[in-house]
């Protein structure tokens, strides 16, 4: 009897927790244990990829496939998705820093975008896959005096502001850049980078060239600096990894999406 009482109060708890209240405790968590100075102190800050800027790796995660365990689950074929949050990344700290949970995990991650938005702060470089690469996102980083290094979308609208130039040669491969502008929302322009890569060998999808659009000011950051910025993207998706194999960050039998993105963030704060 005991056990069933544990139980229903576990649920009825878990039920209280809103995506809003999981971010304001992984937050809250966050500033109390992860603190740069406490972190510096202890010798584990790595030196920036970009010096005089805060680098942001931003990625989304989308929670495996749950058991039927519970009652609302046990009628459907498909396994269900618990929910996903967009994390974002600190590579000095070498933390997850910020998230932003969702309990649709049918949702684009694209949706959630305006919540990170709210959150950019002057000097912040972001660095993001072709997923994030829209106007409303790339403009609205720009507008807030912030910077970005964005795979760029095939869809994403852009016009050329002068021919496209050879700027040098990295490990990977050849880099051009060209000057582009695109016109925001409300018809504002914003000036942008477009860095072009054409790589020596294909990815694993079979792309042959990786194009990037940024904003960081040429006389601060190189072409072949950005392509190098952008390559270091995969330190966030090893940090998923990591979350998953060590920290149990998705456990499959959390049906309730509440109570699935409360123990990814317990993760996340572990």
Known sequence: MSEILEYNTLKQRFFQFK???TKYYYRRSQCRFQHPLLIENLGGIKSSPLPGYRVKLLDGNCIEKTHHRIKELRD????P????SLVVYD???RLPIDVFPCEDGHAQERSLLNQVLLTIEKKDAWIADRIFCTVEFTCGIDSKDAFCVIREHKKYPWTARGEEILAGETETGTVYEQAISVTDLKGNDHKFRRIRIQLKGETRDGDKEICLISNLPSEDVTAEKIAEVYKGRWTIETAFQYLTDYLESEINTLGYP???????CVALVS
């Open 81 to 84: 998705l618990p929910g996903k």
């Open 258 to 264: 509440k109570a699935a993105l409360f123990g990814f």
């Open 76 to 79: 459907l074929a498909a396994g």
């Open 91 to 93: 590579p000095c700290l």
């Open 19 to 21: 995506p809003l209240k």
